[in-house]
């Protein structure tokens, strides 16, 4: 049983701040989702968890060790970083001899997992010839080789079709109900949805959200009132989170029922409708990260060819 520790951890590149006093905890038993837009400092984070990359202050731990420290990492850690961490003239069961012999890990696990991922009749192929989504699958077969009790996967599902995701979200929850401890990173909130227990959301390098995600899609709140702007400008100014909503509704967040009443009150403002609102996990995302909106779209712009250009499905 091993959790997962972020302890104020803070990055930098030159300038700029990438990762700002993190401080979540991920547990076993469950599937954590790690959420953000482009840039939020996601990957940087993880790296930071795998001693891929160094924080300036604050740790990240597993198990309360650090990744390096561990006497058996590969047994311990299944980890899914880059799609094309791969020799590409090299077949997808070679790749996965090698990582075994490595990790002096029995070598029957090696067909045993291309069978799992659907990749035996590809086996023998270069993995230079794989699609993405290929990829995708060759490298959860080496994280789950040494049958580890954590798995830290960026984007997993990247190029996966619609039965590749059905069948890596049955994958996680099964390793999670186990006990096992899994970390999850990805953009497809709707399947996020379907597969996550909880979520941790990043803004900017910030942990904007986090906790169990039932609970976090109900905590908003639908608001009907004929000075809709003015009680925006009130609670915004406040501290809530708030948005129009599809019926010309004001959807709240971050701010207590009661609280939203007695402010409305104080100032005079009449309410026609004060009721919770359970919302989406796309809705809560774009509530979480609406101060990223402008960041998002200029990494999108920068990113999208060459993420649809690779997105080809197995």
């Not at 996967?153 to 099964?174: A, H, S, T």
């Not at 959301?201 to 702007?229: C, E, I, M, W, Y």
């Amino acid at each position: 049983m091993y959790t997962l520790e972020f302890e104020h951890v803070t990055k930098r590149y030159g300038h700029e701040v990438v990762v700002d006093d993190l401080t979540f905890t991920v547990k076993p038993g469950r599937v954590t989702g790690f959420l953000g837009p482009n840039g939020a400092g996601k990957s940087t984070a993880m790296k930071i968890l795998l001693d891929l990359a160094k924080a300036e202050h604050g740790r990240a731990t597993i198990g309360g060790q650090r990744y390096r420290d561990m006497q058996d990492p590969a047994r311990a850690v299944g980890v899914v970083l880059e799609p094309n961490a791969f020799h590409p003239g090299r077949s997808g069961r070679n790749h996965l001899k090698i990582l075994a012999d490595g990790a002096g890990i029995d070598p029957g696990r090696v067909t045993q997992m291309l069978e799992e991922v659907g990749l035996t009749h590809a086996a023998d192929r270069h993995v230079g010839g794989y699609s993405l989504g290929m990829r995708q699958r060759l490298g959860l077969a080496a994280a789950l080789l040494g049958d580890p009790p954590v798995l830290v996967l960026d984007e997993p599902g990247n190029g996966l079709d619609p039965q590749g995701i059905r069948w890596l979200r049955d994958l996680l929850r099964k390793r999670a109900a186990a006990g096992g401890t899994v970390f999850v990173s990805s953009h497809l909130l709707a399947e996020v949805e379907h597969m996550a227990d909880e979520v941790a959301v990043l803004s900017h390098g910030q942990l904007v959200a986090s906790g169990v995600l039932s609970t976090l899609q109900k905590a908003g709140t639908s608001v009907r009132t004929p000075a809709a702007d003015r009680l925006t400008e009130i609670l915004t100014l406040a501290g809530a989170t708030v948005r129009a909503g599809t019926e010309g509704e004001l959807i709240v967040r971050t701010m207590k029922i009661a609280e939203i009443g007695d402010r409305a009150c104080a100032a005079g403002i009449a309410l026609h409708e004060l009721t919770p609102q359970a919302g989406s996990l796309e809705e809560l995302f774009l509530d979480w990260t609406s101060n990223d909106q402008a960041h998002q779209q200029g990494a999108e712009t920068t990113v999208g060819t060459e993420t649809e250009r690779q997105a080809v499905p197995a």
